[in-house]
């Protein structure tokens, strides 16, 4: 019996993008092959205690040579889209294109080549958090020439490639990687500065997605006609007390700290949120920062960022309750900036790793947000997905119910509050390295076997629905041409 037949296929329009996703460090391995440079997290990893069990990408789901393998259940799935990301330094060793990889370029030919004759579009992210190494020895993301050599990697992809890839994603979750790598230090590079270069960071990678949405549409966009986002992650927020002025308030920060930082820029004002700037101008007075201003301005010498996304590229996981910390006394930091305690409802249920509650409808309200606040864009749900840890489950039912939950919601969103949602993208194709969960927390449709040289890629009950879905689609939008 299927578990998805209730996913109303009727609400997403002929031209719905099913998709899946993955990254080039997550899946593809051969980490120092064919001239391919190291990238940060080669460094972080070959670090000790970094990583769960001090596992690594260097081997991963070994896509650069089983490529074939990755196609097949690309269509055995029946997608008719396929998100990837490049390789920086497979392509630009040293992350210039003073030199360019040939055995990169070839091989990138090739799996986008491949997809087309399947017809399945590609969607290609330019940097999903592998800096090459070398440019993070000369300031990586902290430092301000990072957009101009970034800009410079972009027009390159768009001329080797563009001419095939019609949806660009420039940068895969400035949020994570600015908190995760430069304030916590729980992703390469691993720093830890605590309330200052977190803001540098995400900053860097909006002028550096704002020059290369400049440089598509002045030199490419008339030729190749395709559109460029940049894919920012958000959960959904509610006051833990909703009848607490201080906890709505402290929501509200929570989304402009999470989503606005990025999403206000692209879609509203040109600038960064005005709550998120006043608080922190209110906490260098406070805590006697006297450095000058921690969030950047940007720069009328430059490219302005609002209106560099042709569509909002939305990664969604999670939802959270939001309790006020505004009162607290705290040393610099973001979450002393944010001024709010995110906490899990107790009703939640939890799926694999510790921090993934599963709130389908938190979805829908997320989505109906984004329409009511930046301006009605069209939306692709570029991840979202489901983990396991331990035994390994191929009957994952509940995989499955998650995925026809979360479905009927992105159905509602789309027929009943009139949402704008152009394609879904399952997070991920098949189980890979979960950055510092290492091989532990398991996302795929497909499952991988690590334990053995072959990789073998065996699908999950889930893909097997999650394609059902997608032929029942198919098989409507034939009826509705006939």
């Known amino acids: 019996m299927s578990l998805l037949k209730e996913v109303p296929v009727d609400a997403f329009q002929q031209d ?15 980490w ?30 070994n896509s650069y040579q089983l490529w074939e393998e990755d196609l097949k259940c690309i269509q055995q799935l029946g997608l008719t889209h396929y998100r990837l990301s490049l390789s920086w ?18 091989y990138y ?31 990586g993301w902290k430092s301000p020439e990072i957009a101009d050599v970034f800009d410079s990697y972009a027009r390159f992809c768009f001329k080797t490639f563009g001419d095939r890839v019609k949806l660009w994603i420039t940068v895969n979750e400035p949020y994570v990687c600015a908190k995760h790598g430069y304030e916590d230090g729980l992703y390469a590079p691993g720093l830890r500065e ?7 960071v995400g900053h860097n990678m909006l002028r550096a997605h704002s020059k290369a949405w400049h440089s598509y549409d002045a030199y490419f966009r008339h030729l190749q006609g395709g559109k460029v986002s940049i894919a920012l992650n958000s959960d959904w927020a509610e006051p833990l007390n909703p009848s607490s ?44 920062f006297s450095e000058g201003p921690r969030l950047p301005k940007f720069s009328e010498d430059e490219p302005n960022p609002l209106g560099t996304a042709d569509f909002f590229a939305l990664n969604y996981y999670t939802s959270r309750k939001v309790k006020d ?38 979805l829908r309200k997320l989505l109906n947000f984004i329409k009511e606040t930046y301006n009605n864009p069209d939306i692709y749900i570029t991840e979202n997905g489901f983990s396991q840890i331990g035994p390994v489950e191929l009957e994952d039912v509940e995989r499955c119910q998650f995925y026809q939950d979360t479905l009927q919601e992105v159905s509602k969103a789309i027929r009943h509050d009139t949402v704008s949602v152009r394609g ?37 009950r889930s893909g097997r629905e999650y394609a059902a879905v997608i032929s029942r689609h198919r098989t409507h939008v034939k009826l509705e041409k006939t």
């Open 194 to 200: 605590p309330g200052t270069s977190v803001y540098l």
């Open 424 to 460: 879904y993208f399952a997070w991920t194709l098949m189980d890979n390295f979960e950055w510092a969960e290492g091989f532990r927390a398991r996302f795929g449709l497909f499952h991988v076997d690590f334990s053995r040289a072959e990789l073998k890629r065996t699908v999950y």
């Open 32 to 61: 120092d092959m064919d001239g391919k440079g190291p990238s940060i997290w080669d460094t972080f990893c070959h670090a000790k205690d970094r990583v769960f069990e001090d596992q690594t990408g260097d081997v991963a789901c």
């Open 16 to 30: 719905f993008a099913w998709g899946a996703a993955t990254a080039a460090y997550q899946i593809e391995g051969c």
């Open 325 to 362: 910390t505004s009162s607290h006394r705290s040393e610099l930091s973001f979450k002393g900036d944010q001024g709010a305690e995110d906490v899990m409802d107790p009703s939640w249920p939890i799926c694999g790793v510790s921090w993934l509650a599963v709130v389908p409808e938190g």
């Open 89 to 106: 330094s497979r392509l630009l060793p040293d992350g210039t294109t003073n030199y360019i990889n040939p055995k990169g370029v070839t």
């Open 109 to 139: 030919n090739k799996v986008i080549n491949d997809l087309i004759a399947s017809a399945v579009m590609p969607m290609v992210t330019l940097n999903h958090f592998d800096l090459p190494q070398a440019l993070e020895n000369c300031g």
């Open 245 to 288: 002025p201080e906890d709505v308030a402290a929501t509200e920060r929570y989304m402009d700290f999470i989503l606005g930082w990025f999403a206000c820029p692209l879609f509203c004002t040109g600038d960064y949120p005005e709550k998120m700037r006043t608080r922190i101008e209110a906490r260098n007075l406070e805590l006697g």
